[in-house]
């Protein structure tokens, strides 16, 4: 049976998976040295930068999950950060109890991933994009609009969250707490990608003709990423405020919803490494823009970056990197 | 035998266009169906009737009895009427085997917690369906480029990845709209070779629409001829094609008048 094209390179499938196995155990190593060496060796403000950047990470990741993966574009993506967020703000003032919140915060965005998500089930691409907006427009109202809790636009500042000697704004243990629910969500997003529903997603995203006659559920499909992606943006949003000691609107806004978008896209939709290096694009070029004066330049040079990522490099950062081991006969296919 | 899918005076209209008129067909199980006729004779769209993605305007259509009208294309398949496409529709990023193993979707999976946390039944499942997916492109001769990237290989290598896909959980009624579309002599009869292994395996009943006549002929003991939507012939494949209408809707022949 000849249906195989004829190779010029013998591939040789299963053993490939041995090559990978080494693979996996340098970068296991070799993160754990780094994830080691941050706090030791770099500066208090450095170490809280790399927390923000796993806190950031956790949201790209539930993103990635409704975007890169099922292929619904949201912007209402910061308002289920800005959820989290907040839920850990008002419990101080509101008196909801440590236990209680992580609970409340998941319930949350399950509610609110299912409100954004039902609506969204018969549209797609700018129509869905303009719904989920609404809906992040919404969030930002409400917040403005209940200035006696709130502050409105003012902000608030958030009480640490403090365990026996644990507090959340000291560097190491913020440090840490950022580390623990990035682990989580990157272990669970590796768990979904070997999954059947991880598949599902992709082939909704694909082409739904092809997902249907599959016997995949669409529907549910959808509003299963949605929910995903919202739990995952309000978990993130939870350990932020409880790390950052502050929060306000603007850091919940369309324009935090579109950064998310570009983290995504720029790291390569569908790969988890993709949204790790969007995330540390999103919170570390604009600090270094920051540092060196010029905070307004950011956004132009994200435009730049963007469109020059859509014409040359569609698959992101992490197809680039494959692309360059390619060139450079590193390739391990 | 009784038929195990049965098409009753079924009718498709788009608009002021009929496109499938009045069909009443019956397909024993283990039947293995040749469906041809010119461009735009309405063969594709009864495919879509059956499978679900066009509601037809009048008629029945019934599996085992079961009528299969109210059921979206999902919840058909999840019945096992499943179906490929005019178009190849891959998963273009992944590889050989994560599209074939998307196929397992028909078999029972565990809930949104079991996959997630990969607890015991969603590590038995996962378990089952590598092994599946493997038999299956062991069978089509798909192993060895298993782990590339289908956005990467050449059609034909394509278009059987979405027949394994179609493969890797046993149909009921499996549709395929001109598989051989594209495809050149060897990898034909390759892929004729393919389905009648299959068939031969037993419990499956297949359509294939399919302009390639000499294909049919090998492949099909009974085909259908359609013509404006309507069925102008039946028989073996030698039959219909000597049939004067047949003659006359693919070439224009004129007999008689
Ligand atoms: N969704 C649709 N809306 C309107 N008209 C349609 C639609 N689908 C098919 N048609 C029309 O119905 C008729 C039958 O089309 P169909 O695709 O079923 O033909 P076919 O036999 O599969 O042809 P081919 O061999 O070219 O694939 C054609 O006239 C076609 O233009
Ligand atoms: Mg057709």
Redesign the interface.
Known sequence: ?????D?AVP?R?FQ?AAGRRHGALFSAVALTAAWLAIPVLLGQYEVFIAAQVMIYAVATLGLDIVYGRAGQLSLAHASFFGLGAYTAALSGPLGIPLWVQPELVVLLAIAGGIIVAVPTLRLSGLRLALVTLLFGELFDWAIDHSLALTGGSQGMTVAPMTIGPFNSQGTVDAYLLASIIALGATL?TR??A????G??M??VR??E??????????VHTKI?AFILSAVFAGAAGWVYAYVVGFVSPTTFNLFASVYFLVAVILGGA?RITGAWLGSAYIVLVPEVFNLVGYPNLFPVLGGGVLIAIALFLP?GLVEGAALIRAQLGLHR? | MTALLKLDRVSVRFGGLAAVTDVTMAFSPGSLTGLIGPNGAGKTTLLNAISGFTAITSGHIAMNEIDLSPLSAAERARLGVVRGFQTVRLLERETVFDNVLVGCERLPQPGLLGQLLALPPERRCRARDLAATETTLRDLGLLPIAHRRVDELPFASRRLTEIARLLVVRPTVLLLDEPAAGLDTRDRRALVESIRTYHEAGGLTTIIIEHDIELVRRLCPYSVALDMGRIIASGSPNEVLSEPAVQQAYFGVRSGA
């Open positions: 049976m000849r249906l195989v094209p190779l591939h499938p490939r669970l768990q979904l070997r999954s059947q529903l598949r599902r992709l082939a694909d082409s003709l092809a997902s249907a006659s599959l016997g995949v559920p669409i299963t569908g698959g296919r």
